[in-house]
């Protein structure tokens, strides 16, 4: 099956800095990525849906200035957290698709803590 | 109104019994996907099983099968001889709109399933 990967796995920042997470897909086009947040024993909730080449798309509520998007490439998105706050901390998931078919494939995800 | 409504936030299961974890949908628009996953405490999103709604019959997977009844807006997954490392969240999620035009997931709240030996 298709793979998606998201680097890194863990990263604690200090309060004020930003952090950038990768996610790739590894071995098909992804014309589309999304992010999502999932808070402890939460559901995931979809942040914003990027396609390559244009400015992602931000679910209602989410800071565009705050969660930076980008998505240069078929096989790479990327999210920075800007100016994190504790309340930042978070698992943050991504998942990629081909748009030819239904299926989404989800990366590991990132755990991020703010201090 | 919640679109994807999971109504069982835990559930024990004795181990190889079949379980039946609940799901119930909204959507006005008539083509439309339903999705199970599985995370375990490590966090992956592991895919278990797909149904479209145009599809005529139920889709399997393995032990896994979703009890699709379109007119009650249901997609129950039903897990058969459960084990121990079926423990887990188990979340349903919902596409709306064709496959490919848009796969923007909306998750349920998930149900925490516990296999007891």
């Known amino acids: 099956g298709a793979v998606v990967s998201q680097h890194p796995s863990r990263v604690i920042c200090k309060s004020g800095t930003s952090v950038k997470i990768e996610c790739r897909s590894l071995d098909f086009q992804a014309t589309t990525m999304f992010w999502y947040r999932q808070f402890p024993k939460k559901s995931l909730m979809l942040m914003a849906t990027?396609?390559?080449?244009?400015?992602?798309?931000?679910e209602q509520g989410v800071e565009k200035d705050k969660f930076l998007i980008n998505h240069a490439s078929l096989t790479l998105s990327t999210l920075t957290v800007t100016s994190a706050h504790p309340e930042d901390s978070s698992f943050y998931i991504c998942?990629?698709?081909?748009?030819?078919?239904?299926?989404?494939?989800f990366g590991p995800g990132t755990r991020l803590t703010v201090t | 109104a919640q679109k994807i409504t999971q109504t069982q936030p835990g559930m024990f299961v004795q181990e190889k019994e079949a379980v039946t974890l609940d799901c119930t949908y909204d959507t006005s628009d008539p083509s439309y996907g339903l999705f199970w996953y599985k995370q375990p405490s490590s966090g992956e999103m592991i895919f278990l099983i797909y149904?479209?709604?145009?599809?005529?019959q139920n889709a399997t997977e393995g032990r896994y099968s979703l009890n699709f009844q379109k007119a009650r807006k249901s997609a129950n997954l039903v897990i058969s001889a459960s084990q121990l490392g079926d423990s887990a969240m188990y979340f349903c999620?919902?596409?709306?709109?064709?496959?490919?035009?848009?796969?923007?997931?909306?998750f349920g709240t998930g149900t925490l399933l516990a296999v007891q030996p």
């Open positions: 998942s990629a698709s081909s748009g030819e078919t239904y299926e989404q494939y």
């Open positions: 149904q479209g709604s145009y599809d005529q």
């Open positions: 999620a919902m596409r709306e709109g064709p496959a490919g035009a848009t796969n923007k997931l909306i």
């Open positions: 990027s396609n390559e080449g244009s400015k992602a798309t931000y």
